[in-house]
């Protein structure tokens, strides 16, 4: 990692920074807070980098009409790119009308940039399909994130992409084959594993996520999302002890228990009962359910029943 101040400014050479994104949520690619900072909120953070520090040059300019980057001129003039250790604090993702507002100016723009690219442009569509499912327009995104697996065979990050507008359909077969695919790109993506494992549950094969997390969880004992899927593939397969572990340190991590109820939810619209009573019975005995949640466990008593009274 480069200090800005150890190199003598030229032309070729400019700085990238590392933003933190903060959440007040957890979500798939979250680094939890870790108190170095003071200027830290929230839950923790989605890294992203960018070009912020590069000499006053004509030649250098930010290019598209969404998501202005510079790093398409930095390379066009052979401009090597260094990182700063220096952070950048972004609050911006706290605000959620906010966002939503900006995602909408983002799409009719992005839909006006792919237009003038004639529907072939990997950066066009990249941009499309995200602001898509910023917006919840999931079978669009789907549209998009297909359109840039065509044109790129190699992009883990269309195919997650595509994984995930499976996902929020419902379709969580086709959602799975997305994720391997991106796992087959690149091995280490502990998103491709959290959602692989997350699929796995949610069609019925909870064991089969076990070793996978549990390698995972090994790896990076701080993961929230990692821990809550371990802990919700636990308490699926009889592995009660374990999970009660996870949620024990999610706790200490200050982890929003609504996931639990709504990953409940999810396993009750699949039809996976049995799943979701377990969840559900295990969080009682840590937390009191909110007024909200309670009649979740009775509804999967009478789901079970019902069931049963049919075999």
């Known amino acids: 990692m480069a200090l800005c101040g150890d190199f003598r400014w030229t032309s070729t050479v400019a700085f990238s920074f590392i933003t933190r994104n903060y959440l007040h949520h957890a979500k798939i690619g979250l680094i939890s807070n870790d108190g170095i900072y003071g200027e830290q909120v929230g839950v923790g953070w989605i890294p992203s980098w960018k070009v912020r520090l590069f000499r006053n040059d004509k030649n250098l300019r930010f290019e598209n009409p969404v998501h202005e980057l510079v790093e398409p001129s930095l390379e066009k003039f052979n401009v090597k790119i260094l990182k700063c250790d220096i952070p950048v604090h972004h ?14 100016g983002y799409y009719y723009l992005g839909k006006e940039k792919l237009k003038q690219k ?16 910023k917006l919840g327009q999931y ?12 044109l ?3 992009s883990s990050l269309a195919f997650y992409g595509k994984g995930t507008a499976h996902f929020a359909l419902g379709r969580y077969q086709e959602a799975l084959s997305s994720f391997r695919k991106v796992l087959q790109l690149d091995p280490v993506s502990k998103d491709a594993i959290i959602m692989i494992s997350t699929c796995e549950i949610l069609i019925g094969k909870a064991e089969e996520s076990l070793p996978r997390l549990e390698a995972l969880q090994r790896n990076d004992p701080l993961h929230q999302m990692a821990l809550f899927t371990l802990a919700v593939a636990c308490f699926c397969t009889d592995r009660k002890d374990k999970g009660m572990e996870c949620v024990r340190q999610l706790k200490k991590l200050h982890f929003n228990a609504d996931y639990y109820f709504n990953f409940a939810r999810l396993l009750i619209v699949t039809k996976r009962v049995d799943y979701a009573i377990a969840l559900l019975e295990a969080i009682s005995e840590v937390d009191a359910i909110p007024i909200k949640d309670r ?16 075999l």
């Open 91 to 104: 609050y911006g993702m706290l605000d959620q009308e906010e966002t939503a507002v900006k995602g909408e």
């Open 118 to 133: 004639d529907g072939k442009d990997i950066v066009a569509l990249y941009e499309l399909a995200r602001q898509a499912a």
């Open 139 to 150: 079978e669009e995104a789907l549209k998009y994130w297909t359109g840039l697996t065509l």
């Open 152 to 154: 790129d065979q190699n």
């Open 295 to 310: 009649d979740l466990l009775s509804l999967c008593y009478k789901m079970r029943q019902l069931s049963d009274s049919q």
